[in-house]
């Protein structure tokens, strides 16, 4: 008797060939959704904290916002520019909608306010970008066990039957059917091998996803305010001009 994989493989009914192939396919999506997100992730750090490095210096010194607003064309794959990015240009632009109106503190602080709910829905547009794959890792890591668990339980009916039925070599104990119970309980092996990596990964994800969105809220927060501080009391222009500080780390 071969107990080998390969043997058992070529020993296995056709319900728990099934199983074992779509448990490989699942495999095999995890590790796609897995790599994926990592280099997403790896790349969007990276970018982002470049991002609010170049940004600092820009936004901290007079006259440079308008450059600060040109810096998200530079980091398009930067989740924290595509947040921080459109609220600066939604500040300046603001302002010179306003005219002469800008001198009000009411006004500038209702552009802010605007502006500031702005970065809002666009951290949560982030957020849901970097999430997706995530729920069907989840949805893998869960289901796994129970598609191996419904080969083994499947393979084991099978090798009852056989036991109690002699023309299938029935009659001869349990070593008579032990390759059909090994068989069985491979399904399950394998499923709780998919369940096990996808979880894992899974859960990394998230803790690195937590972390990324810490970044770009304390950043977010920050520049808007120091918009606010930089906007009380100020002329228009000095307005636009006013510098702000970003977290970078």
């Known amino acids: 008797m071969d107990f080998s994989l390969l043997g058992l493989w070529n020993q296995m009914g ?14 095999v999506y ?27 210096p820009l936004v901290s010194t007079r006259g440079r916002l308008g450059e600060a607003v040109a810096l998200t064309n530079s980091y398009k794959d930067a989740p924290a520019a595509r947040v921080m990015g459109p609220a600066l240009n939604d500040f300046v632009s603001g302002l010179d909608s306003l005219g002469a109106a800008a001198g009000d503190a009411v006004e500038v602080e209702l552009l802010i306010h605007g502006v500031t709910r702005g970065m809002e829905r666009a951290k949560k ?25 419904f080969g083994t339980v499947f393979g084991i009916i099978t090798a009852f039957q056989q036991m109690a039925d002699p023309a299938k070599g029935g009659g001869g104990g349990l070593a008579s059917v032990s390759a059909g119970i090994a068989e069985a309980l491979l399904t399950t092996a394998v499923g709780l091998a998919v369940a096990i990596g996808s979880v894992w990964f899974y859960n990394f994800f998230v803790t690195k996803l937590d972390q990324f969105s810490a970044v770009i809220e304390d950043s977010a927060g920050e520049l808007a305010d120091q918009l606010t501080r930089s906007t009380r ?11 702000a500080t970003v977290t970078t780390a």
């Open 14 to 27: 056709a319900v728990a060939k099934v199983v074992v192939l779509i448990l490989l396919g699942m495999s």
């Open 125 to 149: 547009r982030e957020a849901a970008a970097l999430q997706r794959g995530l729920p069907v890792l989840a949805t893998i890591s869960s289901s796994a066990p129970f598609v191996g668990l």
């Open 233 to 243: 009391g100020a002329a228009p222009a000095a307005a636009v001009n006013a510098g």
């Open 30 to 56: 995890a590790i796609g959704i897995v790599l994926e997100r990592f280099l997403t992730f790896r790349k969007g750090k990276q970018q982002s904290l470049a991002y609010l490095a170049a940004l600092q």
